[in-house]
């Protein structure tokens, strides 16, 4: 069994490889080689990479020279080097001639024989400020933002109204009859289907007129209305 490599009877990869566990820090994995999809705990402060026994990634192929390149943590980062190899180093295809700090994402080829990826967890998931929604609306002011632009002027009472009935069903339709309702619940006559459409035209427009790109207001034929927020 080469040594370093757990429940391998031969390998053309040895070192500090480990199965995935609960670490969460920064990983390589191998994409491309012998043994693709292995992973390293990128736990120490320096890791060698290359063909002798000595280094934490041992890499068995006579491309890749004995001590082949080095990755060291600087802080909460990680630098690439190459060592002189005769063969090279690369990232994202760039030859590696200096220190290169790995970001996420970025691949590391090594001799053209061994290609991996760098993972660092902290930039994948990372904590992220509240993003502001694309529509917001309070109902006691009766302001409304759209992408946190403030629509000024306001929204006329029964505009309001209206959003504020297809805001509570995001997603789902409201019926003519049920804006009627709402809106002009003392109607004894009825309240005519161009009179709803005027008053949805509307509000199209004032939405609009701080995100022509999106129709907040959608109409479902023979149906309603419903609000879409992306």
Not at 5 to 26: C, H, K, M
Not at 43 to 60: F, P, W, Y
Not at 171 to 183: K, P
């Amino acid at each position: 069994m080469v040594p370093g490599v757990r429940g391998l009877a031969s390998s053309n990869i040895s070192g500090n490889y480990e199965p995935p566990s609960y670490w969460e820090g920064p990983i390589l994995i191998l994409t491309e080689g012998p043994e693709r999809g292995k992973r390293w705990e990128l736990k120490q402060e320096t890791i060698t990479i290359g063909r002798h026994a000595s280094c934490d990634i041992v890499l068995l192929d006579r491309r890749v020279s004995r001590f082949h390149a080095r990755i060291t943590r600087q802080g909460k980062n990680f630098v690439l080097e190459d060592l002189g190899s005769k063969n090279g180093t690369f990232v994202n295809g760039i030859s590696v001639s200096a220190p290169v700090p790995l970001k996420d994402g970025d691949e590391i080829a090594i001799a053209f024989a061994f290609k991996f990826l760098f993972v660092d967890t902290e930039a994948t998931a990372p904590v992220a400020p509240e993003s502001e929604p694309l529509l917001k609306l309070d109902k006691a002011s009766r302001k409304v933002w759209v992408k946190g632009k403030e629509l000024i002027p306001p929204l006329s009472p029964l505009q309001f109204r209206l959003l504020e009935l297809l805001y509570d069903a995001s997603g789902y339709i409201v019926t003519r009859e049920e804006i009627a309702q709402a809106l002009w619940p003392e109607a004894k006559g009825g309240v005519t289907d161009q009179a709803i459409d005027a008053l949805i035209h509307r509000l199209r427009e004032r939405l609009a007129s701080l995100e022509p790109n999106v129709n907040f207001v959608e109409t479902v034929r023979g149906h309603g209305f419903r609000l879409l927020i992306p």
